[in-house]
């Protein structure tokens, strides 16, 4: 005998679903911003001489034929689409620029102390404490769970920790101290 499931209508079930849906959006998304170590490839249509990847040097800059040096700090792709293309009409009538990213790897976050994969992490485009510390690989059992530090360097160049209970997350308190991580930052498991 077959078995027989209660006949639902649809509209029932999506209204059942609907929250679900709702608290599955993802957060609003940041616009990334270029950083030193990433790999740009800029292309110009119809120009085979003015097409290949670029590395973004420590400094934020990059060169690119006939327009020079250029400054890619805290600029999107877009951006510097727009000021390249600028800079090239001055040589070429009507440029047609394309600026993609190729490799990110300025992008890195630094988990050090007592997890089990300490290091550097490419991480595309942002993580949150509890991200980084599973990229770690987890703390280990030696961990001081209630000690764990970001340190962040701010615009000024200053440094500041921020404190982060690993124990209060995983119990699903004061959850607002699992951050997203910035490009440089240093997760210190004691």
Known sequence: MPLRL?????GFVLLLLAPLVTLAAPP???????????????????????????LVRPDGQFS???AGQ???RNKTVSELQQELTGKLKKYISDPVVTVSIQEIKGNKVYVIGQVQKPGDFVVNPRVDVMQALSMAGGTTPFAALG???ILRRT??????ALPFKYTDVVR?????QNIMLQAGDVVVVP
Not at 28 to 54: C, F, N, R
Request: charged share 20%; proline share 10%; hydrophobic share 35%.
């Open 6 to 10: 209660p006949h639902f209508s649809c």
């Open 70 to 72: 250029m400054d890619a």
């Open 147 to 149: 000690d764990i530090m």
């Open 155 to 160: 615009d000024n160049g200053q440094q500041q």
């Open 64 to 66: 690119f034929p006939l």
């Open 172 to 176: 699903g308190r004061n959850l607002d």
């Open 28 to 54: 609003a998304d940041v616009t990334y911003t270029v950083k030193p170590g990433d790999t740009l490839l800029v292309s110009v249509w119809k120009e085979p001489d003015l097409q290949g990847p670029v």
